[in-house]
């Protein structure tokens, strides 16, 4: 079978590549960071030294990297997928949260050049999409969602059309300030029950039992609990990076989001603290740092 590629081998791509071997496909993958292409291979992945070879070897190539940046230098840039599909059509599946407009302009710039563009940012931590419980948010041609149907079957089992592109980004967007919001007032009362003199462990148990329970609780509420971030499956920066994309666009429609600014804000100091890299439910530090008046 056609080997598919990847491009982006961190959190998210390992987990599209255990997605993709698991169900029997071949795949090729490539990352900027030589430790990284050596932890792909480990999966069974071809590993490969540019995107230019990922794009002449595969008509399907999905898209894992950080930055609406490093989108478009991967498509657009020399050795670039563009490059490839002038001699023959590829799709490109892009799973990263990106700026809806500057992605929606780029899949009409290189239709034109033979590339097909997907974008199906995917809800759920690097871990849910190993085992099969991410939610794919699809942008783009139906025609070209059903071609790369084994690929999206294999990493998103469940998935929603949500009309062009752009519209996937600004659904993950908001899907993950929901998600944001729900960390920190999960951290926040974590903070409050550890003042307070409570047990953060029986603390959990009660919460999960309780009307606040939600599947934050379920999928990380021990890693917050111990206070340990080091099993990373969303870093802080990350989000940081995805809260920045949504106060853009809210600034763009003129909607003001005070809670998401708040969180920003805190993942911020997070980062200034040397915290990163850390998962995203050290926004717990950032609040404990904080002091009554």
């Not at 002038?86 to 899949?107: G, M, N, Y």
């Not at 099969?132 to 998103?156: F, K, Q, S």
């Not at 148990?205 to 606040?212: H, P």
């Not at 080091?230 to 994309?245: A, E, P």
């Amino acid at each position: 079978m056609e080997a598919v590629g990847v491009i982006g081998t961190g959190l998210m791509g390992t987990a599209c590549i255990e997605r993709l071997k698991g169900t029997g496909l071949d795949v090729v993958a490539y990352d900027v960071d030589e430790a990284k292409r050596a932890a792909a291979a480990k999966l069974g992945a071809r590993a490969v030294v540019s995107v230019a070879e990922v794009a002449r070897q595969c008509e399907r190539i999905v898209l894992c990297v950080f930055t609406t940046d490093q989108v478009e230098q991967v498509i657009e840039g020399t050795g670039g997928i563009a490059e490839a599909a002038r001699k023959e059509p590829r799709i490109v599946i892009c799973t990263s949260t990106c700026d809806p407009d500057r992605l929606a302009a780029l899949a009409s710039r290189v239709e034109a050049h033979g590339v097909h563009f997907l974008e199906v940012p995917i809800s759920g931590t690097s871990r849910q999409v190993a085992e099969g419980d991410g939610v794919g948010l699809v942008g783009g041609d139906r025609a070209a969602m059903e071609r790369a149907a084994p690929v999206l079957d294999a990493i998103c089992p469940r998935r929603f059309h949500l009309g062009a592109v752009g519209n996937g980004s600004r659904t993950k967007l908001a899907v993950n300030l929901i998600l944001g919001i729900n960390r920190a007032a999960m951290a926040e009362g974590f903070a409050f029950a550890e003042r307070l003199g409570l047990d953060t462990l029986a603390f959990l148990e009660v919460a999960k039992a309780s009307a606040c329970h939600s599947q934050v609780m379920d999928v990380k509420g021990h890693m917050m609990a111990r206070r340990e971030f080091d099993n990373v499956q969303g870093r802080v920066d990350q989000s940081l990076k995805d809260f920045k994309l949504m106060l853009e666009q809210a600034s763009k429609a003129g909607q003001a989001l005070p809670f998401a600014t708040i969180y920003a804000r805190m993942l911020e100091d997070c980062v200034q603290n040397g915290e990163g890299a850390w998962d995203n439910m050290a926004i717990l530090e950032a609040i404990r740092r904080r002091r009554a008046l």
